[in-house]
């Protein structure tokens, strides 16, 4: 056990920028386990514009360098924040659990299942410097925000919309991505973003899903490419848009539960926007706006028509909660679900324990999504527990390939 973890970033873009709000609420609200001790950055305009920041939140600047490696040979780290385009998230997080230091990787957590693996073989094969077991946890905010944590109680300890029978998340609007930004450029790209929505967004809808009504048996899958803009990044040789604009899937639970999800934005004219899981006692109608379900709560209404809005159903979660319980999923009262993650992914290093998400439960939810593609690619029915255990991976083969994985 260690009282400071000493956290390295290795990815100073978008989504590092919301890490780093999360160490800073932490410490903010008397959190004292953690500092930003290193940056890692191929871009150094972006390394720099966060060491200022981390300078000027926690009073000294951390090192910069521009990989993991440089990061992990001069051990100016304990633990990793990885936040880097998918195709890169295993090189680093395996290069930073051979060198001894633990990690949280931003889902999807490894552009493929094996890439995950990789990862995985690595921290069993590992220890950490300070000694004991190396730490993989997931990077996944949504089922820690208090409107998800609230609504997956609500369905499973109290039963309020009675048992679940089918759901339908289906988002539709005319709002292509701007490809011309490196954030969004990469992300248009099979070979660095392992695929598109399903894994960016989705993989939030994949792991809160499961989370809250257990893994999904199997997928019937069909999507399409519409955009065809040139990506021309320095990582891979230029080439058209080859993700996933458009798709409709089905997916089905042993337990006999349905659920449809299907989005597209290349939808021109009239948007829609349908979030509703239906049971045998009544339905929740989800608030959230993108692939997040319940991160904002979700409105009961029940088959005789009676009304529970979710601020009633948030208030019965927080009475039925312990001091204990309150302060190990909302600590420091804090009910964002990034800082949640950062701050109990140094407490597992600290502590030496699990975090609240581990390598297991983040592969079942990326395996998930890589069944939507295995199907699309086999025109078939796929099992999600082939996907997961490498039986069924065509899609994903010429990734792997291309990487070495
Ligand atoms: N949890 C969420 O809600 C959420 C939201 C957005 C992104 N993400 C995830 O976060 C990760 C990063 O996404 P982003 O939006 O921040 O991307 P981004 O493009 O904004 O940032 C990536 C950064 O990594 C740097 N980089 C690229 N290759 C590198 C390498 N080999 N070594 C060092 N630095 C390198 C880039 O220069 C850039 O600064 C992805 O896994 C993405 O899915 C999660």
Known sequence: ????????????????????????????????????????????????????????????????????????????????????????????????????????????????????????????????????????????????????????????????????????????????????????????????????????????????????????????????????????????DAQPVDVEDYWTATLRWESGLIGHWAWSNHAWGRNLSTRMYYGTEGSLADRQEWQHPFQFGADLTLCDGTEVPYEEIEQQYLASLSEDEKSRLFPYGITDGIAIECWDFVEAVAEGRDPEIGAEEALQAKSLCFALYESAEANAPVKVADVREGRVSAYQDPIDEYWGI
């Not at 590092?16 to 191929?42: F, I, K, M, P, W």
């Not at 990989?67 to 051990?75: G, K, W």
């Not at 395996?94 to 921290?123: N, S, Y």
């Not at 300890?157 to 991505?177: I, K, T």
């Open 1 to 236: 056990m260690s009282d400071t973890v000493r956290v390295g970033m290795v990815g100073c873009g978008g989504i590092a920028g919301a890490h780093l709000n999360g160490y800073e609420a932490l410490t903010q609200a008397g959190y004292e386990r953690c500092g930003v001790s290193a940056l890692c950055d191929v871009n150094e305009e972006n390394a720099n514009a966060m060491a200022d920041r981390v300078e000027q939140s926690f009073g000294s600047r951390p090192a910069v360098f521009a990989t993991a490696d440089e990061m992990v040979e001069a051990e100016a780290a304990d633990a990793a924040d990885i936040c880097l385009p998918h195709a890169y998230h295993h090189t680093a997080a395996v290069a930073c659990l051979q060198g001894g230091m633990h990690v949280m990787v931003e889902k999807p957590v490894g552009i493929t299942v094996k890439a995950t693996r990789r990862m995985m073989e690595a921290a069993a094969a590992g220890t950490a410097r300070s000694g004991g077991d190396l730490v993989i946890a997931g990077a996944e905010q949504i089922r820690r925000c208090i409107g998800a944590r609230a609504i997956e109680w609500a369905i499973n300890d109290r039963r309020m919309y009675g048992h679940p029978v089918f759901f339908s998340q289906e988002v539709f609007s005319g709002a292509p991505f701007d490809r011309s930004s490196y954030n969004m450029a990469w992300r248009a790209l099979k070979l660095l973003g392992g695929g598109g929505q399903i894994l960016d967004g989705g993989a939030h809808f994949a792991d809160m899903i499961q989370h809250v009504f257990g893994p999904v048996d199997e997928v019937v899958c069909t999507m399409r490419t519409i955009d065809d803009t040139i990506i021309d990044l320095p990582d891979v």
